[in-house]
């Protein structure tokens, strides 16, 4: 959900605007949230985005709208991005903790590319990520997140997989697309971006899938079955998101992706119109073994719509 605003943080790679995100169709949202539940489905995570929630305290009086707080309340987590290297404010996790006794928030760590290497800013990672850890526990899980679009040299990836050993509860780094959000970059640009952000999920994707010491492996969501939406303001639009393997979900602001009516059947509509688009995007794909998690995901929307032929191409 974009309705977050004002941020001074520098994270690199950041391409979101940080003002006028104002998607405020809050009885729509909750409206989508309680059909999608009555017809069976459980919801996982609400993020409230795209900036550091604790960098302006402004963003706290959305939860005094009903219908946005109704709407949070239904997830079983609320998921939050911050660098902390500010540190952090209880009073938000009050808020959050007070809307029911289960929700639990989910707390991507956004690294500062930029300073990877300060030792400073390490410490003051780690001391903040332990304190957060140790106030409340298994309230809330935490991960890290890095934008994507540019290039990292194999210094900061192999420490990015270092850090996520001892900070990252389930080793993913979430890889946010933040250049997608962007109405000044051109298409052409995007599909580059794209490409390039790829091989960074393939890269992060393998190292998850190799090291023993992550418990939760590679999961089988699928477009159908874990659907993600975006909401967006100014006008108020919904957009389902396909999902790139290793799991990202991708926002593309085109018309077949928006769910014109807040709804369970809202939803199954753009679904039938994005399936005409998720076709296998090169010979191979017909006897491929990745077949049905590809078109399942919908990845082949995604690739049709950025040019991107199969994502095992696309490595670094
Ligand atoms: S992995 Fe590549 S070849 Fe295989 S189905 Fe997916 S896109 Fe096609």
């Known amino acids: 959900m974009m309705v977050l605003n004002n941020c001074s943080m520098d994270c690199k790679g950041c391409f979101y605007k940080r003002t006028d995100n104002n998607f405020n169709d809050f009885r729509g949202s909750r409206n989508l949230a309680e059909d999608m539940q009555s017809n069976g489905y459980r919801l996982e995570t609400c993020y409230l985005l795209p900036t550091d929630i604790f960098d302006n305290k402004d963003n706290y009086s959305l ?7 109704k709407t949070i309340s239904q ?14 404010d209880t009073r938000f996790f009050d808020i959050v903790y007070g809307l029911n006794d289960d929700i639990k928030i989910e707390l991507q760590v956004n690294l500062l590319v930029n300073r990877l290497f300060d030792i400073n800013y390490q410490m003051i990672l780690k001391h903040n990520v332990n304190r957060i ?11 890290l997140a890095i934008n994507t679009g540019f ?5 900061e990836k192999d420490k990015i997989k270092s850090m996520l050993k001892y900070l990252s509860e389930d080793g993913i780094v979430e890889l946010n697309f933040t250049f997608l959000y962007n109405k000044d970059i051109s298409e052409e640009k995007k599909q580059k971006m794209m490409k390039d952000s790829i091989r960074i999920i ?5 190292f ?3 090291d023993e010491s992550f418990v939760t492996k590679y999961n089988q969501r699928t477009f159908l079955r874990k659907p993600s939406f975006v909401f967006v303001g100014e006008p108020n639009t919904i957009y389902v998101n396909p999902i790139v393997p290793f799991d990202e979900y991708v926002y593309i602001k085109k018309d077949r992706y928006v769910v014109q009516t ?3 059947d809202g939803f199954l509509n753009s679904y039938g119109k994005i399936t005409e688009i998720n076709t ?35 490595k670094e």
Do not use: W
């Not at 997830?75 to 952090?88: K, N, V």
């Not at 290039?151 to 210094?155: A, E, I, N, R």
């Open 262 to 264: 807040p709804t369970y």
């Open 75 to 88: 997830f079983a987590y609320l998921g939050i991005a911050s660098t902390l290297e500010d540190g952090f």
């Open 133 to 143: 850890k140790n106030l409340y526990k298994d309230r809330v899980v935490i991960n």
């Open 63 to 69: 939860f005094d709208n009903e219908d946005f707080a």
């Open 202 to 206: 393939q890269d992060f994707g393998d």
């Open 208 to 210: 998850y899938q190799k």
């Open 151 to 155: 290039s990292l040299d194999p210094k």
């Open 280 to 314: 296998p995007v090169v010979d191979a794909c017909e006897s491929c073994e990745n077949l049905t998690h590809c078109m399942g995901k919908f990845y082949f929307a995604i690739s049709n719509d950025f040019d991107l032929g199969c994502f095992l191409n696309l």
